[in-house]
């Protein structure tokens, strides 16, 4: 039996994570779920988000059981992770920004942090900062904008580039513009093309590729499954089976998740 993965965002951004995860393993199966309801996360406040994540994981996993859980979502992954980690048996893996592969990379000594607002100002960010580039000047900017644009894009919508240009205006326009851009939000890699065209001196990376390799070592770990119900493989979830997550179906499709499900939460699960 093969082992099945889950991997969860607020929207499509995951599906960049789960790409990387797929090309280095390309046997295992997959379900994605998104929460479209509460898109975008970047606004909501812990109290909401952590229970939210919970109850949608903890639902899905009864109807398709999982070997390992990856949390695509930095702003989740970000909170989420103990409460989540304290409540399943299964490896969980979150997401980061890449910044230790940054600061190595830089020749300017000068990055920039692109994430949504709540990702750069988490305390966290603070600490990988001061762990793996104390010696960068690191800019940070925060948008939500961002990650609606990589949500019109893969729903088949034009990506608006004066707007782009808007957002990174703070860089383009600074004394120092940085030579790495991270991309600290998983929908960004899906705006690699324009962003690489509104800011093409910088070298752009992501967690993507470290994520994966986490996975696999995490998957090396876990036995597998003495259970008689096989999860489905290519099958995607949604918190809100609606005009706009329809319009979604065929970049899902292209990932290889050929039919769209809505997920009703059954009811609160306590933490704690």
């Not at 990055?111 to 940070?140: H, M, N, Q, W």
């Not at 893969?154 to 004394?175: C, K, M, N, S």
Request: charged fraction near 20%.
């Amino acid at each position: 039996m093969a082992k099945h993965v889950l991997i969860f965002d607020s929207g499509v951004g995951g599906l960049s994570v789960y790409q990387e995860i797929r090309h280095l393993l390309p046997d295992i199966s997959y379900t994605y779920l998104f929460d479209n309801a509460k898109f975008p996360y970047g606004e909501l406040s812990s109290e909401e988000l952590i229970p939210r994540c919970c109850s949608l994981i903890q639902n899905l996993l009864v109807q398709q059981p999982a070997d390992l859980v990856v949390i695509a979502c930095n702003t989740a992954s970000t909170q989420v992770l103990p409460a989540l980690r304290s409540l399943l048996s299964i490896p969980v893996v979150g997401v980061v920004p890449a910044i230790k592969p940054a600061a190595q990379l830089t020749r300017t000594g000068c990055i920039g942090l692109l994430a949504t607002p709540a990702t750069i100002a988490r305390p966290y960010t603070d600490k990988l900062i001061r762990e793996f580039a104390s010696d960068c000047t690191v800019l940070r900017l925060g948008s939500t904008e961002l990650v609606v644009e990589a949500e019109r894009k893969l729903g088949g919508l034009e990506v608006d580039l004066d707007r782009i240009t808007t957002i990174l205006a703070p860089w383009l326009q600074a004394p120092r513009t940085p030579d790495v851009l991270i991309l600290g939000c998983t929908h960004f890699p899906l705006l690699k093309a324009e962003l690489h065209h509104v800011l093409p001196t910088a070298q752009l990376v992501d967690s993507g590729p470290a994520v994966a390799r986490r996975v696999r070592s995490q998957l090396e770990l876990v036995a597998v499954r003495n259970v008689p119900q096989i999860s489905e493989n290519g099958v995607a979830y949604c918190s809100k089976l609606d005009q706009t997550a329809m319009r979604l179906v065929p970049a899902l499709q292209s990932f290889g998740f050929m039919t769209l499900r809505e997920l009703k939460i059954e009811g609160p699960i306590a933490i704690g």
